[in-house]
């Protein structure tokens, strides 16, 4: 099994900042893609950002720009660095990682993002 914790979340205004942190332990074998995805009350769970296991980042347009995707593999940690907050960016995030070899994938528990106007 494979445990995410979340942590960094928190209320800020417009156009501030926060990092988002993700930290993978448990039976994490082989290579790892790891993303951040965020989910508001009746949408679906949405990508923000992800990382593969060779560092390459993918961002939607809504974020690029403004979010940077970061991770530490010696830690099994993955970051999210979030600049230029706008309202619409409030959500619950979560943190994502699939494993290569097995195509399983795990969710973390969540961590609410408020960007008031």
């Known amino acids: 099994q494979v445990q995410l914790v979340e942590s960094g979340g928190g209320l800020v205004q417009a156009g501030g900042s926060l990092t988002l942190s993700c930290a993978a332990s448990?039976?994490?074998?082989?290579?790892?893609?790891m993303g951040w995805y965020r989910q508001t009350p009746g949408k679906q769970r949405e990508l923000v950002a992800a990382?593969?296991?060779?560092?390459?980042?993918t961002y939607p347009d809504s974020v690029k720009g403004r979010f940077t995707i970061s991770r530490d593999n010696a830690k099994n940690t993955v970051y999210l660095h979030m600049n230029s907050l706008k309202p619409e960016d409030t959500a619950v995030y979560y943190c994502?990682?699939?494993?290569?070899?097995?195509?399983?994938?795990?969710w973390g528990q969540g961590t609410q993002v408020t960007v008031s106007s």
């Open positions: 994502n990682l699939r494993l290569i070899y097995t195509q399983n994938y795990y």
């Open positions: 990382a593969s296991s060779g560092g390459t980042a």
């Open positions: 448990g039976s994490i074998f082989g290579p790892s893609n």
